[in-house]
């Protein structure tokens, strides 16, 4: 069964894919994205990979008999691909060079580029589950990138946002919420001339950073030639800070955030950003999103963004002095 099924009650589209459940967790001594399993090249530095199991196809099937006069499915057309980051199994993004994270950063582009012009693509969404935290079950060095034929709710609501506040104030939403976040400061984690890292004044995860261009540009493809390889070093610098929080491999979901495509001018409106969400709230525990969050979506911080913020850049001071 692989469909979209319409949700009426929050007009939305949800993904029904029911053969990813029985996606297998791979065995350790195995894994198809490193050299010599017959699925990869015997060399690589970063590579696009067609994913095994994908929610969403290009070919995809007609949807199931289930549909009525009030019930709506559409065929669940997309492209879903998997990024490899490193041939290594166990390399981590702080380990990479500022010059391999920059060829990740320019494969991101080229897929970008490339998924978006099909013009049933109206969202194309690069982003990276890591750890067992968030239930990733391959530990190889990875992201994804998936294409949606329709605008993904919380998309949708951003861009709402945007226009309305342009419309209101005749400024881009997102810079000034930038220009604010740097006028205060406390919040700010790092920054380079390209780019700032900040944990957001309305955080919903404790160590929920965001990543911001200092310019305003719609898509990661608009990054010039600087910004791309600013990009890079401001990648790992940030996954180095996670890891130096709490001394292991922190968990995380890493979102980037571009304009919608294929859906009309979004280019005074929306401001390309990476937005964070880190399951942990401490070194031990957990924050789950319970009943609140899931039920209606009523995000409950246990932390304030003011202090958890000094942990961050203590953390990014710690993990600059290693690489010295």
Request: proline letters at 7%; glycine letters at 4%.
């Amino acid at each position: 069964m692989a469909e979209l099924r319409w949700h009426p009650l929050t007009r939305d589209w949800v993904i029904i894919a029911s053969s990813r459940q029985n996606r297998p967790q791979m065995p350790k001594d195995w894994c198809p994205f490193c050299p010599g399993s017959g699925q990869v090249p015997d060399d690589y530095e970063v590579l696009k990979y067609d994913n095994d199991f994908p929610a969403l196809s290009q070919n995809p099937p007609i949807p199931d008999d289930v549909a009525d006069d009030f019930f709506k499915t559409s065929e669940n057309y997309g492209k879903c691909e998997v990024i490899l980051y490193s041939k290594g199994h166990t390399t981590t993004i702080p380990e990479l060079s500022n010059e391999h994270i920059r060829k990740l950063v320019d494969l991101w582009c080229e897929r970008f580029t490339e998924i978006t012009k099909d013009e049933k693509i109206k969202y194309c969404f690069i982003f990276e589950n890591r750890g067992e935290a968030v239930g990733v079950t391959m530990p190889h060095p990875h992201g994804q990138i998936y294409g949606y034929p329709f605008m993904p709710k919380k998309i949708q609501l951003e861009v709402d946002s945007a226009k309305d506040y342009m419309a209101e104030k005749g400024k881009c939403l997102f810079c000034d919420m930038l220009s604010h976040e740097e006028k205060d400061g406390r919040r700010i984690i790092f920054e380079n001339e390209y780019f700032t890292v900040f944990l957001p004044f309305f955080t919903e995860y404790p160590y929920g950073v965001y990543i911001m261009p200092k310019r305003h540009i719609n898509y990661i493809t608009e990054m010039t030639n600087e910004e791309k390889t600013a990009m890079a070093v401001t990648l790992k610098q940030t996954v180095g800070m996670f890891d130096n929080l709490f001394d292991y491999q922190f968990p995380y979901m890493m979102c980037m955030h571009n304009a919608p495509v294929n859906s009309g001018d979004f280019s005074k409106d929306y401001h390309f950003h990476i937005e964070f969400f880190p399951p942990m709230r401490s070194k031990e525990k957990i924050k789950f999103n319970a009943s609140s969050e899931t039920g209606c979506w009523a995000h409950c911080n246990p932390t304030c963004p003011e202090e958890t913020s000094k942990e961050l850049r203590d953390a990014y001071n710690r993990f600059m002095n290693k690489i010295k």
